[in-house]
């Protein structure tokens, strides 16, 4: 194949064309990469210069609970009674009676002394499992779930409170005519 001298220099036009088209190209895909790289590097400084927070709760609640819970015993009695309707020496008596007849048990999350103590605000200032569970950092149904087996372990101790005496009445009840309609002979 023979290329004439007049269509040589339209192939040498086209091949510098060809030539600086592909400088052109090469010269673009080493800014794209460049640019690439440039960001990369852009995105690990920034990554490297963020604070880093842990994610760890803001607040102690077990630390909270425990105050909170010091704060209602240890105060006076005056508060612990305003709080939970009793005296601290007999909730920790009425702690050690359901833990000695085996009712209540304290668990890995909540002891003994708390779930008495939620048992009692709920019903001696009549405070909403909503409230309570807000105090302690409990979900609702936690506070619902120990508030139940408090109440069922205090129902269990009527054996033990409230003894049968039998058929037999004392004398100075069966001898009084204000009880004859309940004692009847």
Do not use: W
């Not at 619902?144 to 205090?154: D, G, M, S, T």
């Amino acid at each position: 194949m023979f290329i004439s001298v007049k269509n040589f220099g339209f192939v040498i036009k086209k091949l510098h064309f060809l030539i600086m088209d592909s400088k052109i190209i090469h010269a673009a895909c080493m800014g794209v990469a460049v640019t690439v790289i440039a960001a990369g590097i852009a995105i690990i400084e920034r990554e490297r210069n963020i604070i880093y927070i842990p994610r760890e709760p803001r607040i102690n609640t077990i630390a909270q609970q425990e105050l909170y819970i010091d704060n209602i015993l240890n105060r006076d009695d005056r508060h612990c009674v305003e709080q939970i309707c009793m005296k601290p020496v007999v909730l920790y008596d009425l702690c050690d009676v359901l833990t000695s007849l085996d009712l209540l048990r304290s668990t890995q999350n909540v002891s003994i002394r708390e779930q008495v103590i939620v048992f009692l605000q709920v019903i001696g200032r009549n405070q909403r499992f909503h409230f309570i569970s807000g105090i302690y950092y409990r979900s609702i149904e936690t506070t619902h779930c120990y508030f139940r087996i408090v109440l069922k372990a205090v129902l269990k101790l009527y054996k033990h409170l409230i003894k049968d005496l039998g058929d037999t009445v004392s004398a100075e009840i069966m001898n009084n005519p204000r009880f004859y309609s309940y004692f009847k002979v």
